[in-house]
């Protein structure tokens, strides 16, 4: 407490500054004689000394964790080390804080031999999806890698009988599952193409008789630029497949089955209960009629009436097969002309014999039964159960099918009835008369269809060239002036045919090479050829057109 002046008073005991300053007596009474005063200085001392200690360890412990995070990395990059070789690597990394007289910290020596520099860089930024130095330009470039590399492009196929709100329900599932894609790229391109088709969806109120095709998704143009496709349409016939793919491709596997030249084939199936009519295309069968009876049995009763009992069966019988007959015209029989490939005869009785034998069956189709199947029931079951048994009997009708037209165009040749024409040149000729009535193509001809513009005489140009023959690039350039044609268009020639042919009122069948009548028609004529309507000589056309500058009427 200071006194006047400011003056601090000295405590009671103390003396000035001549002698040491002596403690109060109450105070040294109650001090242990054992316990020297200067205890309290060293403990002081002492506390400061751990407090120095523990901000050391505790920067020593600091700096070990930054080593053991970088040794870490190290080891997981190196793939692992034996455990020797881990602690002369940690030995090396507690000395990386100690610098060198002349330079920075020595991060060689750590570096293992096999590890080129800046190896952990480049790693560590292939992890991120960076190339090292590439800095924004090589973020974008791999963004646009997974874009057009996602999983982004949806294909969804519906078939007839389903449900628009099943599908509705399952693609809100498939949003949800979406979100947890952890590319951020991908899942908004997921995310977007889910949405747009449950836009899509929300055209229709139910799916389409053909059932519904929908493809939606971002591709990748030729340009490298991204192009956002919605496409939904209804197939041109039946579509017996469920589809529903994400995938960094749209999938159209189903849709080449519908484009294959599947035949229709008719079923009736009768037995003693009723009757059934059905179709079968591909992989999908119909039924389109089917009708029950009650026919009356044999029995022995009857007495005098047992003859009239009989009659009255058999006229019952009678009736029932020329009503399966008269379906059976109305079905399979539109516009004068059968509408099936082919028909299958099944039943458990006697009946389906009884029908192909009767007056009552239409000829047309009479012609067109392929075979007669036993089956143990009737109905659907039946209709299934028929299907199985005629399997090897359908696949064979094409095949034979195509043995009776390449054999009847061989005829033609045989007999030199001059209906015939094989070869692109005369078939054309032909299909410009108008002259062929089948053309005869096979499925695989490799002959392209090129129109030109030509530069200096404005004109246009037709091409047919094989494989190796458009290597030739004399094809496209002008012999005169060497100056290169403009190309209008390019297709398959086989497509081409298929666009065009009914202009030229010609019928279009396309064969295989499986047969051996199909292998002789590619390998001797081409795979192109005709069944022609009248006689055509080719060549006195090429005749009086090459000399028309000495034609002279009066010579006929």
Same mark, same amino acid.
């Given at each position: 407490?200071?006194?006047?002046?400011?003056?601090?008073?000295?405590?009671?005991?103390?003396?000035?500054?001549?002698?040491?300053?002596?403690?109060?007596?109450?105070?040294?009474?109650?001090?242990?004689?054992?316990?020297?005063?200067?205890?309290?200085?060293?403990?002081?001392?002492?506390?400061?000394?751990?407090?120095?200690?523990?901000?050391?360890?505790?920067?020593?412990?600091?700096?070990?964790?930054?080593?053991?995070?970088? $040794?870490?990395?190290?080891?997981?990059?190196?793939?692992?080390?034996?455990?020797?070789?881990?602690?002369?690597?940690?030995?090396?990394?507690?000395?990386?804080?100690?610098?060198?007289? #002349?330079?920075?910290? =020595?991060?060689?020596?750590?570096?293992?031999?096999?590890?080129?520099?800046?190896?952990?860089?480049?790693?560590?930024?292939?992890?991120?999806?960076?190339?090292?130095?590439?800095?924004?330009?090589?973020?974008?470039?791999?963004?646009?890698?997974?874009?057009?590399?996602?999983?982004?492009?949806?294909?969804?196929?519906?078939?007839?009988? +389903?449900?628009?709100?099943?599908?509705?329900?399952?693609?809100?599932?498939?949003?949800?599952?979406?979100?947890?894609?952890?590319?951020?790229?991908?899942?908004?391109?997921?995310?977007?193409?889910?949405?747009?088709?449950?836009?899509?969806?929300?055209?229709?109120?139910?799916? @389409? @008789?053909?059932?519904?095709?929908?493809?939606?998704?971002?591709?990748?143009?030729?340009?490298?630029?991204?192009?956002?496709?919605?496409?939904?349409?209804?197939?041109?016939? @039946?579509?017996?497949?469920?589809?529903?793919?994400?995938? !960094?491709?749209?999938?159209?596997?189903?849709?080449?089955?519908?484009?294959?030249?599947?035949?229709?084939?008719?079923?009736?199936?009768?037995?003693?209960?009723?009757?059934?009519?059905?179709?079968?295309?591909?992989?999908? =069968?119909?039924?389109?009629?089917?009708?029950?009876?009650?026919?009356?049995?044999?029995?022995?009763?009857?007495?005098?009436?047992?003859?009239?009992?009989?009659?009255?069966?058999?006229?019952?019988?009678?009736?029932?097969?020329?009503?399966?007959?008269?379906?059976?015209?109305?079905?399979?029989?539109?516009?004068?002309?059968? !509408?099936?490939?082919?028909?299958?005869?099944? #039943?458990?009785?006697?009946?389906?014999?009884?029908?192909?034998?009767?007056?009552?069956?239409?000829?047309?189709?009479?012609?067109?039964?392929?075979?007669?199947? +036993?089956?143990?029931? #009737?109905?659907?079951?039946?209709?299934?159960?028929?299907?199985?048994?005629?399997?090897?009997?359908?696949?064979?009708?094409?095949?034979?099918?195509?043995?009776?037209?390449?054999?009847?165009?061989?005829?033609?040749?045989?007999?030199?009835?001059?209906?015939?024409?094989?070869?692109?040149?005369?078939?054309?000729?032909? $299909?410009?008369?108008?002259?062929?009535?089948? $053309?005869?193509?096979?499925?695989?001809?490799?002959?392209?269809? /090129?129109?030109?513009?030509?530069?200096?005489?404005?004109?246009?140009?037709?091409?047919? $060239?094989?494989?190796?023959?458009?290597?030739?690039?004399?094809?496209?350039?002008?012999?005169?002036?060497?100056?290169?044609?403009?190309?209008?268009?390019?297709?398959?020639?086989?497509?081409?045919?298929? !666009?065009?042919?009914?202009?030229?009122?010609?019928?279009?069948?396309?064969?295989?090479?499986?047969?051996?009548?199909?292998?002789?028609?590619?390998?001797?004529?081409?795979?192109?050829?005709?069944?022609?309507?009248?006689?055509?000589?080719?060549?006195?056309?090429? /005749?009086?057109?090459?000399?028309?500058?000495?034609?002279?009427?009066?010579?006929?």
């Amino acid at each position: 407490m200071g006194g006047p002046g400011g003056v601090r008073r000295r405590p009671m005991g103390s003396v000035g500054p001549g002698g040491p300053a002596l403690p109060p007596a109450a105070e040294v009474a109650s001090r242990a004689p054992c316990e020297p005063i200067a205890t309290h200085a060293a403990a002081w001392r002492g506390r400061a000394g751990v407090l120095r200690q523990s901000r050391r360890h505790r920067r020593r412990q600091r700096h070990r964790r930054r080593g053991a995070g970088t $040794l870490g990395r190290r080891r997981r990059e190196d793939g692992g080390r034996s455990q020797r070789g881990r602690q002369e690597r940690g030995d090396l990394e507690d000395q990386e804080a100690h610098q060198e007289p #002349g330079g920075g910290p =020595r991060r060689d020596r750590m570096r293992p031999k096999h590890i080129p520099p800046r190896q952990t860089d480049v790693a560590r930024n292939h992890r991120t999806g960076l190339d090292s130095g590439a800095g924004p330009e090589g973020s974008q470039a791999t963004e646009r890698h997974h874009r057009s590399n996602g999983t982004s492009m949806i294909s969804l196929i519906i078939p007839p009988k +389903d449900q628009i709100s099943r599908v509705a329900k399952m693609l809100a599932d498939e949003f949800g599952t979406a979100s947890n894609i952890k590319s951020r790229v991908n899942r908004l391109s997921v995310l977007g193409a889910i949405t747009s088709v449950q836009q899509r969806l929300k055209l229709y109120n139910k799916v @389409p @008789p053909n059932g519904l095709v929908v493809y939606c998704g971002t591709i990748v143009t030729e340009e490298g630029k991204e192009k956002k496709v919605n496409i939904d349409f209804e197939p041109f016939k @039946p579509i017996n497949t469920s589809l529903y793919l994400c995938d !960094n491709k749209f999938h159209t596997e189903a849709l080449t089955a519908l484009l294959s030249d599947d035949s229709k084939f008719g079923f009736i199936v009768i037995d003693g209960s009723g009757a059934l009519f059905g179709t079968l295309q591909g992989n999908t =069968r119909e039924v389109l009629h089917k009708f029950t009876v009650d026919l009356p049995k044999k029995h022995g009763r009857g007495g005098q009436s047992a003859l009239r009992f009989a009659r009255l069966r058999m006229e019952k019988r009678h009736n029932y097969v020329r009503k399966v007959a008269e379906t059976a015209v109305q079905l399979f029989i539109s516009g004068d002309k059968v !509408n099936v490939a082919g028909l299958v005869l099944a #039943g458990s009785a006697d009946f389906k014999t009884e029908l192909s034998q009767s007056d009552m069956f239409d000829q047309r189709l009479q012609s067109k039964v392929l075979k007669l199947v +036993d089956i143990s029931y #009737g109905g659907e079951n039946g209709f299934n159960q028929a299907i199985e048994l005629s399997t090897e009997v359908l696949s064979n009708v094409k095949f034979i099918q195509e043995k009776k037209l390449i054999g009847r165009y061989f005829d033609e040749i045989s007999q030199d009835t001059g209906k015939y024409c094989f070869g692109v040149e005369d078939t054309l000729k032909a $299909l410009e008369m108008g002259a062929v009535e089948i $053309l005869i193509v096979y499925e695989n001809l490799d002959i392209m269809r /090129y129109v030109l513009h030509c530069q200096g005489t404005e004109e246009e140009k037709i091409l047919y $060239l094989t494989p190796e023959q458009e290597k030739d690039k004399s094809h496209f350039t002008d012999k005169e002036t060497g100056q290169e044609h403009e190309l209008i268009e390019s297709m398959p020639l086989l497509e081409w045919f298929a !666009n065009n042919y009914k202009k030229f009122g010609a019928t279009l069948e396309i064969v295989t090479d499986k047969s051996q009548e199909g292998s002789q028609f590619v390998k001797g004529f081409g795979g192109i050829g005709g069944i022609l309507r009248y006689r055509v000589d080719f060549q006195g056309m090429e /005749y009086q057109g090459g000399d028309d500058e000495f034609f002279d009427l009066d010579d006929y």
